[in-house]
T-cell receptor
Framework: AQSVTQLDSHVSVSEGTPVLLRCNYS??????LFWYVQHPNKGLQLLLK??????LVKGINGFEAEFKKSETSFHLTKPSAHMSDAAEYFC??????????FGAGTRLTVKP | NAGVTQTPKFQVLKTGQSMTLQCAQD?????MSWYRQDPGMGLRLIHY???????DQGEVPNGYNVSRSTTEDFPLRLLSAAPSQTSVYFC???????????????FGEGSWLTVV
């Protein structure tokens, strides 16, 4: 079965500095990988997804992620953090039958 | 196009009570699912359905029942609520197909359930 490990439970950055949220995955098949964002008391919104096309995936709000098969990683980055980026971020892996497995989440704090 | 709609948004139950969380989608998605979200554990799959009349168990199915009589609706039933079921519940839907196709899953806004 597939699984996801988000390596940091909490990341704190200053506004205007880069963001790096780390995700490693395990899958027996060619996976699809997703990053979702959850703002307080809200549902989950898709940021971006990888589906075996280009390994560098661009998403909404300036986020991007790179699929590295050799490292089984799918880290999320953004060049410059904004206050509105403060939220919980989930890395998700999916292989057969849309059986999605979520990481435990990384809480991003953005300091002014 | 409302997407995925969940009700109620907030509910307090007493131990042993039963209730149903409603979920409806208007995107003609075949795949629907229920997750629970607990601190530090991400989202865990409770039950899912790949089409009307078909349901199956996820990671944490105990204490929950589901049915799928129509494509649009996928209610989650708690038959005898327990404090361990205090959680945030999310309904989700997507087009069917293998996960490798990368079908985006759309989530409802969540239902906050407290069992006292």
């Amino acid at each position: 079965a597939q699984s996801v490990t988000q390596l940091d439970s909490h990341v704190s950055v200053s506004e205007g500095t880069p963001v790096l949220l780390r995700c490693n995955y395990s899958s027996s098949y060619s996976p699809s990988l997703f990053w979702y964002v959850q703002h307080p008391n809200k549902g989950l919104q898709l940021l971006l997804k990888y589906t075996s096309a280009a390994t560098l995936v661009k998403g909404i709000n300036g986020f991007e992620a790179e699929f590295k098969k050799s490292e089984t990683s799918f880290h999320l980055t953004k060049p410059s953090a904004h206050m509105s980026d403060a939220a919980e971020y989930f890395c998700v892996v999916s292989d057969l039958n849309n059986d999605m497995r979520f990481g435990a989440g990384t809480r991003l704090t953005v300091k002014p | 196009n409302a997407g995925v709609t969940q009700t109620p948004k907030f509910q307090v139950l007493k131990t042993g009570q039963s209730m149903t969380l409603q979920c409806a989608q208007d995107m003609n998605h075949e795949y629907m699912s229920w997750y629970r979200q607990d601190p530090g554990m991400g989202l865990r799959l409770i039950h899912y359905s790949v089409g009307a009349g078909i349901t199956d168990q996820g990671e944490v199915p105990n204490g929950y029942n589901v049915s799928r009589s129509t494509t649009e609706d996928f209610p989650l039933r708690l038959l005898s609520a327990a404090p361990s079921q205090t959680s945030v519940y999310f309904c989700a839907s997507s087009y069917s197909g293998t996960g490798s196709s990368g079908n985006t899953i759309y989530f409802g806004e969540g239902s906050w359930l407290t069992v006292v």
